[in-house]
């Protein structure tokens, strides 16, 4: 029976292989100015949050 | 970049990697040391899995920013299925340990399938550290 979880270890390992593609292919492809303006689109939307409530309070 | 990787590597995998190098360094002061002594103890799984779980963390942010996006899935899940089946993992061998008494054959095989479980993941999750410390040097 633990040979079983031996196997699965080596198809966890493979799926490890695959990502380590993608990783490769994400770095390569410069994915990360993409996921830039989302952060920066988070952030400015929290501020906006953030704003509004503060002038909530304030006039309340 | 390089202070990111700096401190991951200084914090996440030598610190990881302690646990290793104290059991090696006993095992060859006392004169102990054998591969069989390797093969009988879970270090390398715990090197695998704070890797993973430390990664897994430095994601959380990021996935959260940028919601759906399938490279970010695929390296999310393969981390979490790293840290996940390297519990599971030092789960048999405890096992494996309470039942038989440890049986050889199989510790051999599940040393040979740790180190390559602790090679593939230690890559990938160098490859997510590059990607974010790319992410904080643009910020």
């Known amino acids: 029976m633990l040979e079983i979880v ?5 198809g966890v390992a493979g799926f490890g292989v695959i990502a380590i593609g993608v990783g490769v292919y994400a770095l390569v492809s410069r994915r990360e100015r993409e996921y830039i303006t989302h952060f920066r689109e988070a ?4 501020l906006r949050v953030k704003e509004r409530l503060r002038r909530e309070r304030h006039d309340s | 970049v390089a202070s990111r990787l700096v401190r991951w590597f200084t914090f996440t995998v030598l610190f990881a990697l302690l646990p290793l190098g104290v059991t090696i360094l006993l095992r060859k002061l006392t004169g102990t040391f054998t591969i069989r002594a390797l093969e009988d103890s879970p270090e390398i799984l715990f090197f695998a899995l704070m890797i993973c779980a430390t990664s897994l963390g430095d994601m959380q942010a990021l996935r959260t920013a940028v919601g759906k996006d399938l490279p970010l899935l695929v390296l999310w899940s393969a981390l979490l299925l790293g840290s996940v089946f390297s519990a599971i993992l030092y789960g048999s061998l405890a096992y494996d340990k309470l039942v038989t008494g440890g049986t050889e054959a199989f510790q051999q095989n599940l040393l040979s399938v740790s180190v390559l479980v602790a090679v593939i993941f230690f890559v990938l999750a160098l490859i997510v550290q590059i990607l974010l410390s790319r992410i904080e040097k643009a910020e």
């Open chain 1, 43 to 46: 952030r400015a939307h929290q």
């Open chain 1, 6 to 10: 031996l196997w699965i270890g080596l």
